[in-house]
């Protein structure tokens, strides 16, 4: 199977099923010297890991993260960084009804037509469960940015019908929906309990931002900042839509009002004066803030009826058994979070090499 690997430098590749042994990433191209342990993984995977609320599934998994290769000391070493996450509360029964059937909303389908094969249980390599190790390789790429001063949040901000009026980021970790509003966590909180009555499920908008962004990340054609954040993004499973700035609202715009000017700051450093454009402008990062959206759709596995056909083109009447989310949007905050750093910090290490000067800095000649 191709496609599990992104990145030029800074390279990710996942491993593994949702009912398999163990989950994975490794982490190749990640510099020497970097302050690693995993501890500084952990906390990243706790923000992911399923049973935080009622909100999450119940599967019973702590999501502990081994570093087994990588890093000597507390640091790294240059060498390949292996992550690895074992798989302990495995519930492969409840899947044994959907074994020969299509789940609606889900990629049994064209996973079966292309491989000839799947995984029925909890969907295999295409399930969120995948993701996890998503997030174990971010932690590495969000503590390199770090070094840099590029910090990376992201949050939800909308679920349902419910839309965030306020921002508050202490409040983000305060509510298990990961709203900076408490207000709207609190409706959105009984929106779902309103989904949950009726076996049903809820979508919702995640918002990612950047801070300390670094003028002159990216690529002018193919190679694009925001082509490639698009791209890392839409990898995510349950992701319908990716937009950058203002995004979608420039078709209504003009360009007296969407264009952003620049201006020189108190420290004579040339700033955009506005961000419309979500600090990338031409496929390179203009030093703004990075300012990302995506779309989420609602969790598929529900367990009202639905009408589907089995392996075999019969059709038949399905409801999904199991533990699962009635929304996906919390627990794909950090997910989002991830995918972005791991772009961002690719990019940072690709930028090094962009012309001569930066490489006489770099060997000091």
Request: with cysteine; glycine share 12%; net charge negative.
């Given at each position: 199977?191709?496609?599990?690997?992104?990145?030029?430098?800074?390279?990710?590749?996942?491993?593994?099923?949702?009912?398999?042994?163990?989950?994975?990433?490794?982490?190749?191209?990640?510099?020497?010297?970097?302050?690693?342990?995993?501890?500084?993984?952990?906390?990243?995977?706790?923000?992911?890991?399923?049973?935080?609320?009622?909100?999450?599934?119940?599967?019973?998994?702590?999501?502990?993260?081994?570093?087994?290769?990588?890093?000597?000391?507390?640091?790294?070493?240059?060498?390949?960084?292996?992550?690895?996450?074992?798989?302990?509360?495995?519930?492969?029964?409840?899947?044994?009804?959907?074994?020969?059937?299509?789940?609606?909303?889900?990629?049994?389908?064209?996973?079966?037509?292309?491989?000839?094969?799947?995984?029925y249980r909890g969907g295999g390599r295409s399930s969120g469960r995948e993701t996890a190790a998503r997030v174990a390789a971010g932690a590495v790429a969000s503590l390199l940015l770090q070094q840099f001063g590029i910090h990376v949040?992201?949050?939800?901000?909308?679920?349902?019908?419910?839309e965030i009026s306020s921002f508050d980021r202490e409040e983000i970790q305060k509510n298990p929906l990961y709203m900076p509003d408490a207000v709207a966590a609190e409706k959105a909180a009984a929106w779902l309990e309103k989904c949950?009555?009726?076996?049903?499920?809820?979508?919702?908008?995640?918002?990612?931002?950047?801070?300390?962004?670094?003028?002159?990340?990216?690529?002018?054609?193919?190679?694009?900042?925001?082509?490639?954040?698009?791209?890392?993004?839409?990898?995510?499973?349950?992701?319908?839509?990716?937009?950058?700035?203002?995004?979608?609202?420039?078709?209504?715009?003009?360009?007296?009002?969407?264009?952003?000017?620049?201006?020189?700051?108190?420290?004579?450093?040339?700033?955009?004066?506005?961000?419309?454009?979500?600090?990338?402008?031409?496929?390179?990062?203009?030093?703004?803030?990075?300012?990302?959206?995506?779309?989420?759709?609602?969790?598929?596995?529900?367990?009202?009826?639905?009408?589907?056909?089995?392996?075999?083109?019969?059709?038949?009447?399905?409801?999904?058994?199991?533990?699962?989310?009635?929304v996906i949007v919390p627990r794909a905050v950090v997910v989002v979070e991830s995918m972005t750093a791991i772009v961002l910090a690719d990019a940072l290490l690709a930028g090094t090499t962009a012309n001569l000067d930066q490489i006489?800095?770099?060997?000091?000649?």
């Amino acid at each position: 199977m191709a496609g599990s690997s992104i990145g030029r430098i800074f390279k990710v590749t996942t491993w593994g099923e949702s009912h398999g042994r163990a989950i994975g990433a490794v982490v190749d191209g990640c510099p020497a010297g970097l302050p690693l342990t995993e501890e500084d993984i952990q906390p990243y995977l706790d923000r992911r890991k399923p049973g935080q609320s009622r909100y999450t599934t119940k599967r019973n998994e702590s999501d502990r993260v081994q570093i087994m290769s990588g890093t000597f000391e507390g640091r790294t070493t240059g060498t390949p960084i292996s992550l690895l996450i074992m798989n302990s509360d495995q519930h492969s029964a409840d899947y044994s009804n959907i074994m020969d059937r299509y789940r609606p909303g889900h990629a049994d389908f064209g996973f079966d037509v292309k491989y000839g094969f799947r995984d029925y249980r909890g969907g295999g390599r295409s399930s969120g469960r995948e993701t996890a190790a998503r997030v174990a390789a971010g932690a590495v790429a969000s503590l390199l940015l770090q070094q840099f001063g590029i910090h990376v949040t992201a949050y939800t901000k909308s679920i349902g019908p419910v839309e965030i009026s306020s921002f508050d980021r202490e409040e983000i970790q305060k509510n298990p929906l990961y709203m900076p509003d408490a207000v709207a966590a609190e409706k959105a909180a009984a929106w779902l309990e309103k989904c949950m009555t009726e076996k049903n499920s809820s979508g919702g908008v995640i918002e990612c931002v950047a801070t300390g962004m670094i003028p002159g990340l990216g690529d002018p054609v193919f190679d694009k900042l925001d082509a490639d954040l698009a791209q890392a993004v839409m990898s995510i499973g349950a992701v319908k839509g990716v937009e950058i700035g203002d995004g979608f609202r420039v078709a209504a715009s003009s360009g007296k009002d969407n264009n952003d000017g620049f201006h020189t700051d108190e420290n004579g450093q040339i700033r955009p004066t506005t961000n419309h454009g979500g600090g990338i402008l031409g496929g390179i990062s203009d030093g703004a803030d990075l300012i990302l959206r995506c779309a989420v759709k609602p969790t598929p596995s529900i367990a009202q009826p639905q009408k589907t056909v089995t392996r075999d083109g019969e059709e038949v009447e399905i409801e999904i058994r199991g533990r699962h989310d009635p929304v996906i949007v919390p627990r794909a905050v950090v997910v989002v979070e991830s995918m972005t750093a791991i772009v961002l910090a690719d990019a940072l290490l690709a930028g090094t090499t962009a012309n001569l000067d930066q490489i006489r800095r770099a060997w000091n000649r």
